[in-house]
């Protein structure tokens, strides 16, 4: 967990204790912010706690965002196997890399550093910017919408996995995901008939 992630979950736990942090600012941004808090009649410490409190109102929303009906509207297996075959040609070393590590973890859950590590990418982000990315590229070979977040805004890495927090974020593949690995030999072995 980052230095921002420890905070931000410790100014959720303490909920009305307030927590004293510091941000360095461009002289250009920092102008900016004095304006904007000055046409919204407030200080500018003022300003920044309602703005910071807004960001955590949101992200606990995203973050509580519960996914697990999501699994219902996912396609089949065979959908799956069929869109990840018929986007074969854009899948990276890295997505396959990535995919087949994922698949052979217990019960098909990692965190995002694991995977990767697995996959050679320098940071986690990376892990959930292409599993977004193969999200959308199966959602529009499948004519499917996309999951949302609570705000209605697309939620690309549930149409692969489904997250869940435990001190770090895990993700898992929805079994209708691995079995389509499976299935497309991307994992290093095929279902047999």
Known sequence: MTKVQRLAHKMLQCQEESVRFSVTLLPSENARLEKLAQLMGYTKSAFCSELIAAALDDMEEVIDTPDSHIDQFLPSA??????????????????????????????????????????????????????????????????????????????PTAFLVEWSFQDVWYCTLH????????????VGWQKSA
């Open 175 to 186: 079994p209708q995901v691995a079995e389509a690995l499976q299935l497309v030999s991307l």
């Open 78 to 155: 065979e959908e799956y196997a069929d869109a990840f075959m018929a986007i074969e040609a854009n899948l990276t070393v890295g997505h396959r890399a990535m995919l087949k590590a994922h698949y052979h973890f217990p019960n098909r859950t990692a965190t995002t550093s694991d995977l990767a590590k697995a996959a050679g990418y320098e940071h986690y982000g990376a892990v959930n910017l292409q599993y977004a990315r193969l999200g959308y590229l199966l959602a529009k070979h499948l004519n499917r919408s996309l999951p949302t977040h609570a705000d209605n805004s697309p939620f």
